[in-house]
């Protein structure tokens, strides 16, 4: 009897830890790690950027995913015909958790895929560019209603 009272006990007191454990990590994890945030230039004030697309890994995983899958398979180019100073979009990748930038980007579209100006350095001095497909560059385009 006394034995199965300490299994019993046993099996409660671990239950209550889990479910505890559950909870706290669930109210926890509510907190966003990753930021996409997509800019245009403004219209009165060219120098200026605004960023009124922003997708987040809580709300929005699957766009996150893909992003970033899109960033890791571009392929390097020169910077070929673009004009480095109108860039059609703007996108940021952060992580507002750690208060971090992690990419800060330009993209130019074309007629068959996209340019993407990667800055490497502490200003736009130093920037790589990449190409995207032209299936890459519709995606885009779709989850930001770009006209």
């Given at each position: ?92 990748v952060s ?29 736009w ?23």
């Amino acid at each position: 009897m006394k034995k199965t009272v300490k299994i019993i006990s046993l099996v409660v007191l671990a239950l209550i830890i889990f479910v505890g454990g559950y909870f706290s990590g669930s109210v926890n994890s509510n907190e966003v790690s990753r930021e996409i945030l997509i800019g245009y230039n403004d219209n009165e004030n060219p120098s200026r950027v605004n960023f009124p697309v922003t997708f987040n890994d809580r709300e929005n995983q699957s766009i996150i995913d893909n992003m970033l899958m899109i960033y890791l398979h571009k392929e390097k180019t020169e910077n070929g015909n673009i004009e480095a100073e109108n860039p059609d979009i703007y996108i940021k990748v952060s992580s507002p958790k750690q208060s971090v930038g992690l990419i800060d980007s330009k993209v130019w579209f074309l007629k068959n895929g996209a340019v993407i100006g990667l800055r490497t350095g502490d200003s736009w001095d130093n920037v790589e560019y990449y190409e995207i497909d032209e299936s890459e560059t519709d995606y885009i385009k779709g989850i930001i209603d770009y006209q």
